[in-house]
């Protein structure tokens, strides 16, 4: 089922603040700050030779990141998206298998305007786990 590691995602009160750190004290390269305002949050990519980071800060009253970093005021590894070749066929199996997949099951046009679905971090390890279609 699982392809690459799309991205690994960290959340962040101050966007502009961590996307200074990792493009002048890591050296990385970064993206332009995206907003989501259908997903509640503003993103911006690091890009890597091998994945991306995904900083992610909160965008609007009901942001779904608001209660995480509010238990993590400095931030936190947020989520890690895999991709899948058929986001259809890997939800329908999941599901079967007893996984929650959040919101109402309808994958939602992500950042890379690709299909993605989130399932419940209780389900896998404690993880919040992000599917990609790609
Ligand atoms: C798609 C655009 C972009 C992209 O890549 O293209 C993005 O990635 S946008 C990313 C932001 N969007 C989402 O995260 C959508 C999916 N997330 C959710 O629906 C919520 O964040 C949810 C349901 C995972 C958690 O919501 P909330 O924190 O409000 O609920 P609870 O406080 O009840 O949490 C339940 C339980 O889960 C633990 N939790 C919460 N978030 C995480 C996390 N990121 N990683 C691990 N565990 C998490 C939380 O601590 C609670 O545990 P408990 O032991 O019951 O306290
Ligand atoms: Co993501």
């Known amino acids: ?7 690994i995602a960290i959340a962040v009160p101050d966007l502009a603040a ?14 332009q700050a995206q907003a989501l305002p259908e997903h509640g949050v503003t993103v ?17 009253e009901a942001s779904p990141i608001a209660a995480f970093l ?9 989520h ?6 058929d986001i259809i066929a890997a939800r329908d199996q999941l599901a079967a298998g007893g996984a929650r997949v959040l919101g109402d099951g309808t994958p939602k046009i992500g950042a890379h305007g690709k299909p993605v ?3 419940h971090p209780k389900d896998f390890q404690g993880t919040l786990v992000e599917l990609e279609q790609v």
């Open 1 to 7: 089922m699982l392809g690459r590691v799309n991205h």
């Open 18 to 31: 961590a996307t200074a750190v990792y493009r002048d004290t890591l050296g990385a390269k970064v993206s």
């Open 44 to 60: 911006v990519f690091v890009e890597l030779p091998n994945t991306k980071v995904e900083l992610l800060e909160p965008l609007g």
């Open 70 to 78: 509010a238990k993590n005021a400095s931030g936190g590894m947020h």
């Open 80 to 85: 890690i998206c895999y991709e899948v070749a």
């Open 117 to 119: 679905l989130f399932l």
